[in-house]
């Protein structure tokens, strides 16, 4: 995760997260909401990242790493937090410790650069954005994930209690933005071609909703079957893909 700006303020949020990062993430909750989110961002990446040089910012403990490596050439990450890379080294991906908006690698790096459930947490985004259009490779692709405001999810957040990430913190203690799709791509630097886009958690009204007997299966069902649809511009999350031009 990156928070550039309020840089030390969110690095001791996301070392704090950590420790209850995976509750309900992964192997700790198999076919649950994380894991579908996990799924569609990954499976929408796919076609753009196989076989080709990755990088993700914004890494977190490495479960979206594990995933990118089936079908990357190779996969390496970035993020703020110590802790989070900390789990993600444990894991035995390639990760260093630095910021979205100054992304310690050369010009023309990658062939994919991609950041998901992060870029709403960088008060300027748009630097991270242009950082990430930097080290990729021209004919290569951005992939950027944001929180939209024209989503049920933002309703939820604006009108549910704050959910607690640690003993005394919630997640209203940093920074979050949300955007529509029109202003966030907005955000990109020039030189940049939209590809295509996906919308994800376009009616899951809170996560605690796939907990609910009867529901999960439904929801997930659902879920897939409106990612790519007119109603992806509704989804809590959005993604862009972004093909940058040959010099």
Not at 64 to 79: E, K, M, T, Y
Not at 93 to 117: I, M
Request: net charge positive; hydrophobic share 40%; charged share 30%.
């Amino acid at each position: 995760m990156d928070g550039s700006g309020s840089h030390g303020a969110n690095r001791a949020y996301y070392d704090a997260f950590s420790a209850r990062y995976e509750d309900h993430r992964g192997r700790n909750d198999p076919g649950g909401y994380h894991e579908l989110l996990d799924e569609l961002e990954t499976e929408f990446l796919k076609p753009f990242g196989s076989g080709r040089d990755v990088l993700e910012v914004g890494c977190g403990t490495g479960l979206l790493l594990d995933r990118i490596g089936r079908f990357a050439r190779s996969v390496r990450g970035i993020d703020i937090s110590p802790e989070m890379l900390k789990r993600a080294s444990e894991r035995g991906h390639d990760v260093r410790e630095g910021s979205a908006t100054e992304l310690p690698f050369d010009d023309a790096t990658f062939d994919v650069t991609c950041s998901f459930k992060v870029l709403a947490h960088v008060p300027d985004a748009t630097a991270a954005l242009r950082e990430m259009a930097r080290v990729t490779k021209p004919g290569g692709h951005i992939v950027a994930e944001f929180y939209n405001r024209r989503s049920l999810r933002f309703l939820a957040k604006s009108l549910l209690p704050a959910g607690r990430i640690a003993d005394g913190t919630t997640e209203r203690q940093v920074y979050t933005r949300f955007d529509t799709p029109r202003t966030a791509l907005g955000l990109f630097p020039a030189g940049l071609d939209l590809v295509g886009s996906r919308g994800i958690r376009i009616i899951t009204p809170a996560a605690f909703a796939m907990r609910l007997p009867g529901l999960r299966r439904a929801l997930r069902i659902a879920e897939r079957a409106l990612c790519d649809s007119p109603f992806a511009s509704f989804g809590g999350f959005w993604v862009a893909a972004m093909r940058k031009r040959a010099e």
